[in-house]
């Protein structure tokens, strides 16, 4: 009886469920590696590209938080893939036009 007490208060007091803290919070953006086509391309005429960053990004809410000058009729489609943005434009683009 005895013997079991004390395995019953040693095995309990072993596992201590405490959340972890997480670390410090991260204040630094992802930086661009490299973007698909090159920034500052012109004659750009496909209708999707990529940028790749040195750490996973989130991108929440793409609708307030990504800005397309001059403004296109319909959002454009934004996915994840590991450290890589990909941006598909489901709108026309206007000729001679910089969008940025």
């Given at each position: 009886?005895?013997?079991?007490?004390?395995?019953?208060?040693?095995?309990?007091s072993?596992?201590?469920?405490v959340?972890?803290?997480?670390?410090?919070?991260?204040?630094?953006?992802?930086k661009v590696?490299q973007?698909?086509p090159?920034n500052?391309?012109?004659?750009?005429?496909k209708k999707?590209f990529r940028?790749k960053?040195d750490e996973?990004?989130?991108v929440?809410?793409?609708?307030r938080?990504?800005?397309v000058?001059?403004?296109?009729?319909?959002?454009p489609?934004?996915?994840?893939k590991?450290?890589?943005?990909i941006?598909?434009?489901?709108?026309?683009?206007?000729?001679?036009?910089?969008?940025t």
């Amino acid at each position: 009886m005895v013997n079991c007490t004390i395995l019953f208060f040693a095995l309990n007091s072993c596992a201590i469920k405490v959340n972890p803290d997480g670390g410090e919070k991260d204040v630094t953006p992802p930086k661009v590696l490299q973007t698909v086509p090159a920034n500052y391309s012109v004659n750009f005429n496909k209708k999707e590209f990529r940028i790749k960053f040195d750490e996973y990004v989130d991108v929440r809410e793409p609708g307030r938080n990504l800005i397309v000058s001059p403004l296109l009729n319909e959002l454009p489609e934004i996915k994840i893939k590991g450290h890589e943005l990909i941006i598909t434009i489901n709108d026309t683009l206007k000729a001679n036009t910089t969008y940025t």
